[in-house]
């Protein structure tokens, strides 16, 4: 890469805010659709991407609603068409599905490593990982992918360990984050990103 090239560069994005999000229960793979601000916050990212100097060309998103509802808005706001990869759905929580987050991540941690009878941590960050190394042959522009807090704070903290912990890695509804591909690894350029502020400047 001369001095002259961007990186290439991938958009990690999270869902627009459900009614879930909003009462805070457990989502995983549970699927409420958009509420009217999820999908304000949905065609503010789409207008966003439009707006970027390099547009991405490619956007992929897991198979729950919440996360292709926000990819459909980004989609039509560039031009293109959304597709869809099931490893970027959101972790299984098992019984603890639709359970308060707050009183289970008191229980269990905030990052809920040890959450008993739900999908381990580390089988959701390699399918993830695997999901998001798929889009390196298309990094000549920009790609997104649209999926979860859970998938995205663990996947991150895994990129880039500077980042700290899941637990210390904030995913607002609707954020973005950039990574760049750096050699063989992925620098976070920027971290959790406001929908509303996309493009902007």
Request: net charge negative; proline share 8%.
């Amino acid at each position: 890469m001369s001095p002259q090239q961007p990186a290439p560069t991938l958009y990690l994005v999270r869902h627009g805010r459900t009614a879930l999000n909003v009462g805070g229960q457990l989502r995983g793979r549970l699927d409420p659709p958009l509420d009217q601000e999820g999908q304000n916050q949905a065609h503010a990212l789409g207008q966003g991407f439009a707006a970027l100097p390099r547009p991405p060309r490619r956007v992929v998103a897991g198979p729950l609603l919440r996360t292709r509802q926000t990819a459909a808005a980004i989609g039509r706001a560039l031009g293109v068409e959304v597709l869809v990869d099931e490893r970027l759905v959101d972790r299984d929580y098992g019984p603890w599905t639709g359970q308060p987050g707050e009183e289970v991540r008191a229980r269990f941690g905030q990052a809920l490593v040890d959450l008993p009878d739900a999908e381990p941590v580390d089988a959701m960050v390699a399918r993830a990982r695997a999901a998001l190394d798929a889009q390196l042959p298309y990094l000549a522009e920009p790609v997104v992918l649209v999926a979860h807090d859970a998938v995205n704070s663990h996947l991150l903290a895994a990129l880039d360990p500077s980042l700290g912990t899941a637990a210390d890695i904030r995913q607002d509804t609707a954020c973005w984050n950039r990574l760049e591909r750096i050699d063989d690894g992925w620098w976070v350029a920027v971290l959790n990103g406001s929908p509303y502020g996309l493009g902007a400047g």
